[in-house]
């Protein structure tokens, strides 16, 4: 079954604001984890990952942290922009075998303006 | 470089029909997948492809869904008959190889069954 899930469904924000998006995953086996964007009628894009063997990775506007010990992952958007606004998915993948992404339900984030 | 190609976007068809989708890779990526999201859920994987070999189709329902890769490089997704609750949109994505962690995803196909 599936074994990465996220806090809360749903995040409202002010333009400006820092997000934080919340991932908690079950699997202690996984050793790559990726954060993706969606936005209505596209597929899932890819915004950062980060491998098992580091606690922290910075993009552009962009944190990913990984917490091994309660096994949890989120994405920090600083300045959040009306742009943002989209649905925000953790997967998690576990090196051996198929080599698949296993993703969790998602959170929508909502930028008000 | 072009992104992954996914045909039609949207398709209507009554329960008990059949339906296909089709999907082009970003040329030189040896892996295929097909996801299933649901409304509301993330994307499940169906299938994958290396090249044209099937690597994982453990949660794809065989009895009515199939999918081919033939050549390696387009690939086709079949549901027949379709139910209602096969109604999603279906993701193509496509990577490198097996160890490379970029995947690729189309706009997906929108499929409601009625």
């Known amino acids: 079954g599936e074994s990465v899930g996220l806090h809360l469904p749903t995040l409202s924000v002010q333009e400006g604001d820092n997000s934080i998006i919340n991932c908690a995953y079950s699997?202690?086996?996984?050793?790559?984890f990726i954060w993706y964007k969606q936005e209505s009628g596209k597929g899932p894009q890819f915004i950062i990952d980060?491998?098992?063997?580091?606690d922290k990775r910075q993009g552009q506007r962009v944190t990913v942290l990984l917490n091994k010990t309660v096994k949890h992952l989120s994405l920090q958007i600083a300045a959040t922009q009306p742009g943002d606004s989209a649905v925000y998915f953790c997967?998690?993948?576990?090196?051996?075998?198929?080599?698949?992404?296993?993703f969790g339900k998602g959170t929508k984030l909502t930028v008000n303006p | 470089e072009a992104g992954v190609a996914q045909s039609p976007r949207y398709k209507i068809i009554e329960k008990r029909q059949s339906v296909a989708f089709w999907c082009n890779p970003i040329?030189?990526?040896?892996?295929l997948y097909w996801y299933q999201q649901i409304l509301g859920q993330g994307p499940k994987l169906l299938i994958q492809?290396?090249?044209?070999?099937?690597?994982?189709d453990s949660q794809l329902p065989k009895d009515r869904f199939s999918a081919e890769r033939l050549k390696g490089v387009d690939s086709t997704l079949k549901i027949q008959p379709a139910k209602l609750e096969d109604s999603a949109v279906y993701l193509c994505?496509?990577?490198?190889?097996?160890?490379?962690?970029?995947?690729?995803f189309g706009s997906g196909t929108r499929l409601t069954v009625v």
């Open positions: 492809f290396q090249n044209n070999g099937v690597v994982d």
């Open positions: 997967a998690e993948m576990t090196r051996g075998g198929s080599e698949k992404l296993v």
């Open positions: 980060i491998r098992s063997n580091m």
């Open positions: 699997n202690s086996a996984s050793d790559y």
């Open positions: 040329s030189g990526h040896a892996t």
């Open positions: 994505a496509s990577s490198l190889d097996r160890a490379s962690y970029g995947y690729t």
